[in-house]
């Protein structure tokens, strides 16, 4: 049985980033070089991100040429042609990028498990510094690649007021009617508020008031004082 892999999804987003090169950017924080399956698709993805990087043109015609003299395949023209035949449309490059990524991280489990077995059949010493091994390489294997990525503000700023815009209609009044007109309605569900003052301004007894307020609301309310 083999690792899990689909060489006509790489191809599928490959051919939608040389027919679309401006998803390129859309997919980076999505998925690494190393998730492809195939050296050659890794060779093609890799020679367009760094000449998108590098604000070159990028088209079937120049890659070709770029892969040509890297000698990835002996027939690069129909290497490159069956990835833009497989392409669908742009929209699609995220939804490809996120499937390739996931074939990868299982990938990684498979080989993360396969070493933290061999470790739990020869081990001879702390059996909680071997599973504590095994849970980090396993968990380092499955994470997520969007994580800790650069990102492009103008989406990601989008997407937190589009949250927000959403959260207000959630909102959890303080009590305090011109706070809560400030801040939309109130708290928004998920948010940390910090309350910041100089010593003796009333930074506890305001928490305490807030809090009291959304009890007698009857909003569920935890208060921890350390």
Not at 25 to 42: C, G, N, R
Request: with cysteine; proline share 4%; aromatic share 6%.
């Amino acid at each position: 049985m083999q690792p899990p892999h689909d060489l006509d999804l790489e191809q599928a987003l490959l051919g939608s980033l040389i027919s679309w090169p401006e998803m390129i950017d859309e997919v980076s924080h999505l998925i690494k070089i190393e998730d492809f399956a195939s050296t050659q698709h890794q060779a093609i993805f890799q020679e367009l991100t760094e000449k998108h990087n590098a604000s070159h043109a990028v088209d079937y015609r120049t890659l070709i040429q770029s892969l040509k003299a890297k000698e990835i395949h002996p027939d690069v023209f129909d290497l490159v042609l069956a990835c833009v035949e497989n392409s669908c449309s742009d929209a699609m490059a995220p939804y490809y990028a996120k499937q390739i990524n996931g074939k990868s991280r299982l990938r990684k489990l498979i080989k993360a498990s396969g070493l933290a077995m061999k470790s739990a059949y020869e081990s001879n010493g702390d059996a909680n510094e071997v599973i504590l091994e095994a849970e980090r390489s396993i968990l380092e294997a499955t994470q997520p690649e969007s994580e800790n990525r650069l990102i492009q503000v103008g989406p990601a700023v989008a997407e937190i007021l589009k949250n927000y815009d959403a959260a207000k209609n959630q909102a959890l009044p303080t009590g305090f009617v011109d706070l809560d007109r400030i801040l939309g309605g109130g708290i928004c569900p998920g948010d940390l508020a910090v309350v910041a003052a100089r010593a003796s301004m009333g930074k506890t007894s305001f928490a305490i008031s807030a809090a009291l307020n959304m009890a007698l609301a009857g909003i569920p309310v935890g208060f921890l004082s350390l």
